[in-house]
């Protein structure tokens, strides 16, 4: 039991982290304070505690405190420790990883616009963030057919003899062999940079004139192409009526409902909402809004690699808004401001994000009732005494035998699992045996789970029929695995969705579920998962395998080697005509890794 008057009167009142361990030493909580000893006295208070911070408190084995200079430094480090440890009872933000830019070239003739991810170590301009990589597309698209600029690798546009299908299409105009000027291309980038950069007013403006002045001329064609710029600004600033403003802004709004969370993030920039985007992250301690958004705002943006606006507008007060400015200001270089008190158009974005963030959390626990009737549905067409808490199904991808992969998706009453999927590279097997490269995948699988590496699913899923299901209680039986219902989910004649057999190997019956039964539905779902994950799986390794050289696999045979092998000898093609004693003239290459390096190629 936690002597927690012995600790509390030993604590320190400077401000600094704190963390909380169970019994047996396993991380509970990571939180910060102005000062240590009243925070955590609060944890052990005789009344006004929430019964999820009672629970937290009852766990408590041990408290470990880090004092710090600052309680801006306090707010950085305990980031820190969130984001390396992960406590089940921090809110936790799942996705942390960089958001989507638009990159401009600047040190082309020609420059180049595309997608970008990551450092910025290319010479150009960055626009964005954008909340995903469909927002860039979307963005991209309107950009190629309005100012018809090129997206091709540079590597492909200096070796271009003719134009490309994006000419054809009237998405670009063809640089690569000169059928523009480099005055009237950069003439079309100005006008993307201004676009890019909420300036589509004066772009009209310019075409507009533009337009005039090709009429007078007499070149109508060119005109009309002026003509088609203007109508598609005016049609997509007719789409963007609830923007305006300047700025580059993130706006956060937040909705609670039911032990759920949600935070929708609008992102804006120069005054126009590039797009949002809702997190729904895990929060055991029933937090307040003001504590949600505080916690969420720190960790969604220290430590990471996210641009941080100048500007950042929420729903509710934040807590402790002065050291997180701080802190961000720290890492953003400039002056960050954190505010809720809001008038005209930026509390418009403001409700317009807290709307977003009630409607999509309403949608997504709607989903998970309607998830979790389709488990009582299962339990009860399995006869199960308890609602199954976790299903597993394995698929098997492949083409004509080559990169076969199997695939394992996990799902829960809450939907599917995604941090326990796994893909297994099949190797050692006939190409084309599905039932081997079954127990392969089966085998590898609960291996892992009897050395106690994740928990046992109440029932297993296989995509397949008889022959299959034999082979996954083969293996099962083999393991010693107990207690893991099997069901083979075959597809009918007709090999259409609702015609599916289920084979119960426990009651050793074959069944067939109505079209419309919710127990079929969320077996065909966790099926199609399966399936999905199993060609993506397939696809990379393809893929991946296919733009492997041949020289990658023979040992002895590293980059530099390889490098003078081509280089001397000029392509793949002609190493492989090769003698041995060709090959061994190479330098660096001996007689014996030359006859290595024969052998290889030729499958001797």
Not at 12 to 34: C, E, W
Not at 288 to 306: C, D, N, T, W
Not at 374 to 388: K, N, S, T
Not at 519 to 532: F, G, K, M, N, P
């Amino acid at each position: 039991m936690f002597d927690s008057k012995r600790f509390l009167s030993t604590v320190t009142r400077k401000p600094g982290v704190y963390q909380m361990f169970d019994a047996s030493n396993h991380i509970l909580y990571v939180g910060k304070a102005k000062n240590l000893r009243n925070r955590l006295a609060s944890y052990f208070r005789s009344s006004g505690l929430t019964a999820k911070t009672m629970a937290l408190a009852q766990k408590i084995g041990n408290i470990e405190v880090t004092v710090t200079r600052s309680e801006t430094e306090a707010l950085v480090l305990e980031q820190s420790l969130i984001k390396s440890q992960r406590p089940p009872y921090n809110v936790m933000l799942k996705d942390d990883k960089g958001y989507p830019y638009i990159f401009l070239s600047s040190v082309d003739t020609f420059p180049r616009i595309a997608l970008h991810r990551g450092a910025k170590r290319k010479k150009g301009r960055y626009f964005g963030p954008f909340p995903n990589a469909s927002s860039v597309r979307d963005s991209l698209n309107f950009l190629q057919k309005t100012f018809r600029i090129r997206s091709c690798e540079d590597s492909v546009f200096r070796n271009r003899s003719r134009p490309c299908l994006q000419y054809q299409i009237e998405r670009c105009t063809a640089p690569c062999v000169d059928f523009i000027s480099p005055e009237e291309y950069r003439q079309d980038v100005r006008h993307a940079e201004m676009f890019l950069t909420g300036k589509s007013d004066n772009i009209i403006r310019e075409l507009a004139d533009e337009m005039d002045e090709a009429s007078r001329a007499l070149e109508f064609e060119k005109a009309a192409r002026f003509r088609d710029q203007i109508s598609a600004l005016r049609r997509l600033q007719a789409d963007q009526v609830a923007e305006g403003d300047t700025g580059d802004v993130d706006v956060h709004g937040v909705a609670t409902e039911g032990g759920s969370c949600c935070v929708h993030v609008l992102f804006i920039r120069q005054g126009r909402i590039l797009g949002s985007r809702s997190f729904f992250p895990s929060e055991r301690l029933g937090l307040s809004h003001p504590e949600l958004l505080s916690a969420f705002v720190a960790q969604f943006y220290l430590g990471s690699p996210r641009e941080i606006p100048r500007e950042i507008l929420a729903s509710e007060s934040i807590e402790d808004v002065v050291p997180l400015q701080q802190a961000l200001g720290a890492q953003a270089g400039r002056d960050i401001s954190v505010t809720h008190k809001l008038r005209g158009k930026r509390a418009t974005w403001v409700e317009m994000a807290q709307q977003a963030a009630q409607q999509n959390l309403s949608s997504r626990t709607a989903a998970q009732q309607k998830l979790f009737s389709r488990f009582e549905a299962l339990q009860e067409v399995l006869g199960l005494e308890q609602l199954p808490e976790r299903l597993e199904c394995f698929d098997i991808s492949h083409s004509s035998g080559e990169a076969t992969v199997a695939s394992c998706v996990v799902f829960d009453s809450g939907g599917p699992v995604k941090s326990d999927y796994r893909l297994f590279n099949i190797d050692g097997i006939q190409a084309g045996d599905d039932y081997a490269a079954m127990g392969q995948a089966l085998k590898r699988r609960y291996t892992r789970l009897s050395g106690g590496e994740g928990k046992f699913p109440n029932i297993l899923l296989i995509d397949g029929g008889k022959g299959q299901v034999s082979q996954a209680v083969d293996t099962l039986n083999g393991l010693g695995v107990v207690g893991v219902q099997i069901i083979g989910v075959a597809k009918g004649t007709t090999r259409k969705a609702g015609f599916e057999t289920l084979h119960i190997v426990s009651s050793n019956q074959e069944l067939v579920l109505s079209a419309d039964s919710p127990a079929l539905h969320l077996i065909q779902q966790v099926r199609d998962e399966a399936h999905r994950f199993a060609i993506t799986g397939h696809r990379a390794r393809r893929d991946k395998k296919r733009r492997e050289s041949p020289l990658e696999g023979i040992a002895g045979v590293g980059p530099a080697r390889r490098r003078a092998l081509l280089r001397h000898f000029g392509g793949l093609q002609e190493i492989k005509k090769a003698t041995v004693t060709e090959i061994a003239s190479v330098d660096g290459i001996s007689r014996k890794l030359a006859q290595d390096i024969y052998s290889a190629l030729h499958h001797e």
